[in-house]
């Protein structure tokens, strides 16, 4: 399966607490529920067609809790993130979950990483990983995804967990596609591209 990464992500790099207040308020964050002004449908269409592609989910353990307290309650079969969610099997890093009760759950305990790479060795088209920060930034720095989906938010932040902090994995990027909703969010589509290419302006 190809492992795919969607982030909502403000103009100066944050991805934390982007659905509420209270979603994740670490380091006294006080900026949570930044994506809710902006979100349309238009949005709603993009995600959804990303959706449909799911095999499997790859989840860190905040994000799921939040999902699976909501996700489970849908159960019109006409919502197809719903139907996604809730029929696909769901992954979970984490170190202290131990029996899940969303149906179809597995927790991955121990060297997520290696059992990251072997899921992707799994039939299927997309093994997805929506929001996650902290796992993201690993399998980001381990070189495990393959596609990069960001929904860019017309907001400055000025603090809060960035998708890409000090010292992350150099690399290059290669552009697959660009989107925009009427409200603003810039939608940018990537792959790896490898190392990083350097050059010069100045004359000789």
Same mark, same amino acid.
């Given at each position: 399966m190809k492992l795919t990464l *969607?982030? &909502?992500? %403000?103009?100066? $790099?944050?991805?934390? %607490? @982007?659905?509420?207040?209270?979603? =994740? *308020? =670490? $380091?006294?964050? +006080?900026? $949570?529920?930044?994506?809710? @002004?902006?979100? =349309?449908?238009?949005? $709603?269409?993009?995600? *959804?067609?990303?959706?449909?592609?799911? =095999?499997? &989910?790859?989840?860190?353990?905040r994000t799921y809790d939040i999902f699976a307290a909501h996700w489970p309650l849908i159960s019109d079969p006409d919502d197809l993130v719903a139907t996604r969610l809730n029929g696909r099997p769901k992954?979970?890093? %984490?170190? +202290?979950?131990? *029996?899940?009760?969303?149906?179809g759950s597995s927790v991955l305990s121990g060297d997520v990483v290696a059992q990251v790479a072997e899921l992707k060795e799994s039939e299927g088209r997309e093994l997805q990983v929506h929001g996650s920060g902290e796992l993201a930034q690993t399998l980001l720095g381990e070189g495990l995804v393959d596609e990069v989906r960001l929904l860019v938010f017309p907001v400055v932040l000025g603090s809060g967990r960035r998708l890409f902090p000090e010292g992350a994995r150099p690399g290059a990027m290669r552009l697959l596609g660009t989107d925009s909703t009427p409200t603003g969010i810039v939608v940018q589509v990537y792959e790896p591209a490898g190392e990083l290419g350097f050059g010069s302006f100045e004359l000789s």
């Amino acid at each position: 399966m190809k492992l795919t990464l *969607t982030q &909502f992500v %403000s103009l100066d $790099g944050v991805v934390q %607490s @982007p659905g509420g207040p209270q979603e =994740d *308020t =670490d $380091g006294g964050f +006080t900026r $949570g529920g930044w994506v809710v @002004p902006y979100a =349309d449908e238009a949005m $709603g269409r993009l995600v *959804t067609d990303w959706f449909a592609a799911a =095999d499997a &989910f790859l989840l860190g353990r905040r994000t799921y809790d939040i999902f699976a307290a909501h996700w489970p309650l849908i159960s019109d079969p006409d919502d197809l993130v719903a139907t996604r969610l809730n029929g696909r099997p769901k992954y979970v890093a %984490s170190r +202290t979950l131990r *029996t899940p009760a969303w149906q179809g759950s597995s927790v991955l305990s121990g060297d997520v990483v290696a059992q990251v790479a072997e899921l992707k060795e799994s039939e299927g088209r997309e093994l997805q990983v929506h929001g996650s920060g902290e796992l993201a930034q690993t399998l980001l720095g381990e070189g495990l995804v393959d596609e990069v989906r960001l929904l860019v938010f017309p907001v400055v932040l000025g603090s809060g967990r960035r998708l890409f902090p000090e010292g992350a994995r150099p690399g290059a990027m290669r552009l697959l596609g660009t989107d925009s909703t009427p409200t603003g969010i810039v939608v940018q589509v990537y792959e790896p591209a490898g190392e990083l290419g350097f050059g010069s302006f100045e004359l000789s």
